[in-house]
């Protein structure tokens, strides 16, 4: 075989017929490798794995988003075909640098007939080659579907990190990364070559006005450039690590967690049809209002260069730290752990600039120039030039949802919420830039005339907008958290709010004496266990007088607690249980959660980990609550509206595409019924003792965009459905 290589680069091939490997169980086990280029070789292949009930299957791509044009490049397959044998299989269909595949089409079909057949499938992250399957055209699979890395995070979520590479060291082979890097090695190489970035692209250039900057080589390539011997022996390791890790490391699992585990993964099945189905994007107006976005941050970007009297300045962090604090010899007000050593330093974030502009009232047209240069950018790079970067040239985004809880050093509490990226449509500003005739002045000045139809604002909310034929609902529960706490901790103030139908910012508000501002923060602050420093930086007065503003604070809080006594109890009982049973808790819907430090000598550790419980039982039980609704929702719209379909979760949202051809109202009655009946809350407390708290949730619908949704009212405890269209 004609292997590729590269000036400077030693050709490597790794490929080899079959070898003997020791896992971390001791047994050794014989790989058989197989690199299918021929039909007969092809139709073996399909006539094991057909036979075999247990298999694992992963893809190579040349990117990771179809909807942008990545296809697969190769398919792999692992079987156990003897005692201690496993045999491996690469079929490679679209590298670009060597010659000799077999045609995809036909190889699409083989794939398809093999996960349509009977018996269980395993991928390791498996929502991503599904997608890439379905954009073959593979979009049936019968197989009953597992993913390891779910099983990983099931069985214990505390894992420093849910890669299939890092499981594998720990738990099969201690150089399961070995490929994967001289893989990395050959791509890098590639990449300087062709004078492109590798995997992260430059940052947005604030001066220039186009600014979506040349794509990677990894979204541009993906491994399509690579070798094929040394990315098939690579995509043959990673499907053998899945086989071995599904079958014998996590074994036990689906047995241990059922509930948890089955929800997980069809939950996986939901978030794959949400991200092929995507969102509609108005690219005319993200385009218009990028270029827009992009005058603002070089006129504020401007401005900050003139009020320091340097016209190269770039104010990022390190620029501004040093300028502040070296140059103006400022006092920091705050300190922060960051940069690359995780060292303290002394911190330039948006509360420490609000603090010294009120200290250092000199500088204050600096930090306001700051201030909204960071806004500016915000608008520009993460929504206008994100959106427009991910944007399919059909309509519509396609954002990937992480299932999994994303670790970091900060120690943030697992909760299985879903997030999303590329781009992340979860955490879209409520904060339009309203286009007063100052900021309409500035744009003119720098792109000229604008002779479209004035707009009142740059808001993001109304870059989404519903397809033709559709009516878009909101569906929101309502405090969900507090409701899930009064549940838990049986609070009498908390419960009678829940069951009467207060408000309980109202009393919080009447019982403290506090605006209502205040008193939905201090409510929101119990569930994440929040100090007095969180409830002052929300507090007027914080950046006058930090300190007095803590102190009162603290007052609030104490005085909270006193008013809400079940809360602490709850807090100290739910510890001593946790010790009691091992630093462990099973929560309501099944999912374990573990947290060593709550047993720590350390108090200001155990502490820590008293509010991280709290979060996780309380965030984590309502994340669970959500996903379940998911499923019973689309259950509901499969059977009922099949044009119909659950098209975005948005925290404590799920946000509902109805076709306006079928009932949609009576269909929109039973989904907000499916999402309150909820009897195992609203009954009884926890194991049945107590009082319940009913689940409620709000409505809003639109047909035009985001920004322009309006409420459903609500009156006797029935929605007003006449309303509607």
Same mark, same amino acid.
């Given at each position: ?183 990395? +090695? ?8 062709? !004078?492109?970035?590798?995997? @992260?692209?430059?940052? $947005? #250039?604030? /001066? =220039? ?119 103006? +010899? ?8 960051? !940069?690359?050593?995780?060292? @303290?330093?002394?911190? $330039? #974030?948006? /509360? =420490? ?373």
């Amino acid at each position: 075989m004609q292997q590729a290589s590269l000036p400077g680069f030693e050709p490597l091939s790794c490929w080899v017929d079959e070898e003997v490997v020791v896992p971390v169980s001791g047994r050794p086990l014989r790989l058989k490798y197989v690199l299918v280029k021929s039909v007969a070789q092809l139709d073996t292949m399909e006539a094991v794995l057909v036979a075999t009930r247990d298999i694992t299957h992963d893809t190579e791509t040349s990117g990771l988003v179809p909807a942008l044009g990545a296809r697969v490049i190769g398919h792999a397959f692992a079987a156990q075909t003897g005692p201690a044998e496993i045999s491996l299989w690469y079929i490679p269909i679209r590298h670009l640098l060597e010659e000799g595949q077999l045609d995809a089409g036909m190889v699409s079909q083989v794939v398809a007939r093999v996960l349509a057949a009977q018996g269980r499938c395993g991928w390791a992250h498996g929502k991503f080659d599904w997608g890439m399957c379905r954009a073959d055209g593979i979009d049936t699979i019968a197989r009953e579907r597992h993913d390891v890395l779910v099983l990983a995070n099931a069985e214990n979520e505390n894992e420093p990190s849910f890669g299939l590479k890092g499981l594998a060291v720990r738990h099969c082979l201690a150089g399961a990364k070995d490929d994967e890097e001289a893989l990395d +090695k050959w791509m890098k190489t590639d990449a300087r070559g062709l !004078g492109l970035k590798f995997k @992260k692209r430059a940052k $947005v #250039d604030l /001066e =220039a006005v186009e600014t979506l900057g040349e794509p990677t080589y990894l979204e541009r390539f993906g491994y399509a450039r690579t070798p094929i011997e040394m990315c098939g022996r690579y995509a043959c390791r990673d499907v053998f690590y899945t086989l071995y890790l599904w079958l014998i490391h996590y074994a036990a699992v689906p047995n241990t967690f059922p509930r948890l585990y089955q929800r997980e993964m069809r939950v996986a099945e939901c978030l794959h049809d949400m991200e092929w189905t995507g969102l509609p994007l108005d690219e005319a107006l993200v385009r218009k209002t990028h270029d827009w976005t992009s005058a603002l941050v070089r006129h504020w970007l401007g401005e900050v260069r003139r009020l320091v009297g340097d016209n190269e300045f770039l104010p990022t962090d390190a620029a501004v730290r040093k300028l502040l604090y070296e140059d103006y +010899k400022l006092t920091a007000p705050k300190w922060t752990k960051g !940069g690359a050593s995780k060292t @303290k330093q002394t911190s $330039v #974030d948006r /509360e =420490a600039r609000k603090l010294l502009s009120v200290q250092h009232p000199e500088h204050a047209p600096l930090f306001d120039a700051l201030e909204n240069l960071a806004k500016a950018s915000k608008y520009h790079t993460t929504y206008a030039v994100n959106f427009l970067r991910y944007y399919d040239g059909a309509g519509r985004i396609h954002p990937s949802y992480n299932q999994l809880d994303a670790r970091d050093e900060r120690g943030t509490p697992v909760t299985g919420r879903l997030s999303s990226q590329a781009p992340n449509v979860q955490n879209i500003t409520r904060d339009p830039i309203k286009l007063t005739d100052e900021i309409i002045a500035i744009i003119v000045a720098l792109l000229g005339a604008r002779d479209e139809a004035p707009l009142a604002e740059i808001n993001v909310r109304r870059y989404f907008g519903v397809p033709k034929g559709y009516v878009r609902f909101y569906i929101d529960f309502s405090q969900i958290e507090l409701r899930v706490l009064a549940w838990f901790c049986q609070d009498p103030n908390l419960l009678r709010a829940y069951r009467e139908n207060l408000d309980v910012h109202q009393m919080t508000m009447d019982m403290l004496s506090l605006a209502r501002p205040i008193a939905k923060q201090v409510n929101f602050l119990t569930i994440y266990g929040g100090t007095e420093n969180a409830l002052a930086l929300r507090m007027p007065g914080y950046f006058k007088d930090p300190d007095g503003t803590r102190a009162e604070a603290k007052r609030i809080l104490d005085a909270f607690f006193t008013k809400y006594t079940g809360i602490k109890l709850f807090e100290a009982r739910f510890a001593a249980e946790m010790r009691r049973n091992h630093n462990e808790f099973l929560s309501p819907f099944g999912r374990p959660r573990r947290i060593p430090e709550i047993s720590s000598p350390q108090k200001w550790e155990r502490q820590a980990a008293q509010r991280k419980m709290m979060s996780s039982i309380i965030s984590g039980t309502a994340a669970d609550l959500m996903k379940e609704c998911m499923l019973r929702t689309r259950d509901i719209l499969r059977e009922r509206s099949p044009r119909s379909y659950l098209a975005q979760s948005v925290h404590d949202e799920l946000v509902f595409d109805l076709w306006a051809g079928d009932d949609y109202r009576g269909l929109l009655g039973t989904l907000i019924e499916s999402m309150e009946s909820w009897p195992m809350f609203s009954d009884a407390g926890p194991s049945g003792l107590g009082q319940g708290v009913p689940i409620q949730v709000s409505c809003a619908w639109t047909t035009t965009t985001w920004a322009d949704k309006k409420e459903v009212e609500r009156r006797d405890g029935a929605f007003d459905f006449s309303t509607i269209g």
